[in-house]
């Protein structure tokens, strides 16, 4: 372990995928933090088991609990009080459309505008890290080959795609221009790393929706195979130590790409069935005339120019994640 004596963060949305990882990496760095959960009363019916966090290495001693939700944005000033960062990780994932588009984006950027509040009234909190997503960027209506931190998706043009989901996109871009927003009007520390699939090894109980979407082909989801047709992965571990790179990088400012890994569903046909013939899947000539939804050409120039510099590729991706789905009972192996 590295430095014992590096500080307190917050991590909000700690029992998520990427979350969880994350404040993994942070104990494993020397790191002290607070995490906050949505109540056990969120879900009556469903008592929530986070062992999954509370017993990662040095959590006993290291690691602090909150209650908090987006929908009570005023209960995230306790977990951010006393730190120096704030990792802000806490989403509806929900892609349903059970609550309408603007009751959602309400909650969310009402949370996130009182934790940069929280943060700017700590005194102590030197930099905020809000995680967005691709679906940032990607839907800009533009033919663009290359595309970087100077893209923004365009709202109206997403919404005249009919995607199932589109909420969920909505909510994150307007929340990372929000937080960018308020970080140049009140001069906090805002910084935002924008992943693209996230994959790999997991440690909360279910399978997160990012690995099972890049899966797809396992486990024969037909509704995702169009994110598949030209896209990218980066793995989990990845992008939570770009989180910290990010935090702990002095000349960090605005917005950055984080994507390893640039593929086609013919490619990953191929990998799959090289790398774990055990599985059934389409062939890849079944498969080209599904419309794609895009999320290649994604440029990580601006990360890596700051001596990031990624560590694992798709076999560690799918490796880990295959693991961590036979681990946990989540995958059934289909021979031929």
Known sequence: ???????????????????SWLIMRLLRHGYSVNTTIRSWNHHPDCKKDISYITNLPGASKKLRIYDADLNKPDSFAAAIKGCIGVFHLAHPMEWDEKETEETKTKRVINGLLAILQASLDS???????????????VFNGKELNIIDESSWT???????????????????????KTALEFGEKH?????????????????????PTSVRTSMALIFGDQE???????????????????????????????RYICSAVEVTIEKLCEFISGRYPEYQIPSADSLKD???VKFSGLSSRKLLETGFEYEHGLEEMFDGAIQSCKEKGLLSLVRD
């Open 290 to 292: 599904i419309a794609a």
């Open 154 to 176: 365009d709202i109206d043009f997403l919404k005249s795609l009919g995607l199932y989901g589109d909420s969920y996109v909505i909510t994150k871009t307007l929340a990372e």
């Open 187 to 207: 001069g906090l520390n805002v910084v935002t790393l924008i992943p693209t699939w996230i994959h790999g090894p997991f440690i909360n109980p279910r399978c």
């Open 224 to 254: 995702s195979y169009k994110f598949l047709m030209n896209t990218s992965f980066v793995h989990v571990d990845d992008v939570a130590r770009a989180h910290i790179y990010l935090f702990e990088y002095p000349k960090a400012e605005g």
């Open 123 to 137: 005194k102590t909190v030197k930099r905020v890290v809000y995680t967005s997503s691709a679906s940032s960027v």
């Open 1 to 19: 372990m590295e430095d014992e004596k590096k500080g307190k963060v917050c991590v909000t949305g700690g029992t998520g995928f990427v979350g």
